[in-house]
């Protein structure tokens, strides 16, 4: 998801990812590979710690019957990214192209299923997750200054819009700023780890008071779920072994190395909430950050951590918003009835149309949050069906693959071929199972919209595929 991954390497990324049927208005940058060994693992840890891992962790912690099993998932979390990675590290490897996900689904099964998964990333997907990304930062400015009962939503709208217009513009983080906010959110994170092992709480009542859960699939399913966002971004990161100075062959150290190091930071710092509120005070958190500070520091550790988060949340949305629109703008290139989307304007320098659609409909989905559950759980709801859906398809693509075109030179091989795969198709099935029979009414509206999508391509099959 979502998600969707956060940091000032999404641009570029983006930039790969879009379809490889441009025009010269944008131009694809073509650089020799250039990245160290320790280069690619500092940018894919960056790419998948994100704002999520302020917010997901009570989620999780709701789902958990004992801190065993709310450890636990996390580290389940990291073995399923790993195994999911070393599969698209094959296929990125195999078959590069600017295209991504895109481009695998579309040769190992044609370009209607592709249009398909075009058509989940704006309505679904990338929009469901800049949705996620506003709710997450509302949630934390609603503790700095609460304005209701719908102030998360209030804040999420706003944020989300103004962002946008910024794209609009044509304004974009530099760099260095982009860098700055990353910097931060990796302060916040070093602070919470700090304060929650080494500082007492002020309130010792709040530790170590445990839900009363039952241990069930349904429960530790929906657990999963939610960790598995807050580790997505691995996807993404495989796309850099073309760029590796010592070849694509070293992917597999980069990427074992990597997730562990992305699952100890998330252990370490779930045990630091953990130590301070107690898996009932995570469970009944809308901010874990801001209430462990509050717990130890006080109203100053509050401000603190609220504002350093917010813009963490700021950072990831600012960069959600900027590789959708152009995956928007792919689509339209690619797509004739969609060909309003694939108008770039050269003096904003900017897909201005795929933003505004973009934002019309993250904007529509924060209001749907609204008035559902809780904003943020209603659109990890949405979007965890179609996600786990088309990463199932990706992986069985792989062996698809390997059956359709065994002579394709593929300088990364996946380990234990067929294990690996299989393990990856098989999480994924049970994942998309659990997001369609645990979640709420959300990931209804999103199977829907994906059934639309489906409808819309037989019905204007003729002018949907005209592009060639």
Known sequence: MQENSTNSLNGSIANRNLSSEQNETYPLEVSKPALRLIDAIVLIIG????????RTPSVVAANSPNWFWFVGVWVMGGLVSLIGALCYSELSSAFPSAGGDYHFLKTAFGKGFSFLFAWARIMVIQTGSIALLAYIAGDYMSQLFSLGEYSAS?????????????????IQFGTGLQKLLTALQFIGIFIIIAVGFFVEPNTPAAVSQEPMLSS????????????????????EAAYISSELKTGSKNMAFV??????????????????????????????????????????????????????????????????????????????????????LGKWNGQKSAPVNSLILQGIIATLLIIFGAFTRNGFESMVDFTAPVFWFFFLCTGIGLIVLRVKMPDTPRPFKVPLYPITPVLFIGFCAYLLYSSLSYTGKGALLGVVLLLIG?????LFKNKVSKKK
């Open 47 to 54: 790419i998948v710690i994100g704002a999520g891992i302020f």
């Open 454 to 458: 489906l409808v819309f391509y037989l």
């Open 154 to 170: 209030f804040y999420a709208i706003v944020v989300m819009a103004i962002l946008t217009l910024i794209n609009i513009l044509g």
């Open 216 to 235: 069930s699939f349904s429960t530790l399913s929906l657990a999963l779920i939610f960790v598995l966002l807050t580790f997505g971004g691995w996807n």
């Open 255 to 340: 990427l074992v190395i990597s997730i562990l190091i992305i699952t100890l930071a998330y252990v370490l710092i779930n045990m630091a909430f953990l130590n301070v509120l107690g898996l009932q005070g995570m469970a009944a958190s809308d901010a874990v950050g801001v209430d462990m500070m509050r717990t130890t520091l006080g109203e100053k550790g509050v401000v603190l951590i609220g504002t350093l988060v917010s813009l963490s949340a700021l950072t990831s949305l600012n960069t959600t918003i900027f590789t959708g629109a152009r995956s928007n703008y792919a689509l339209g290139k690619d797509f004739s009835l969609f060909s309003f």
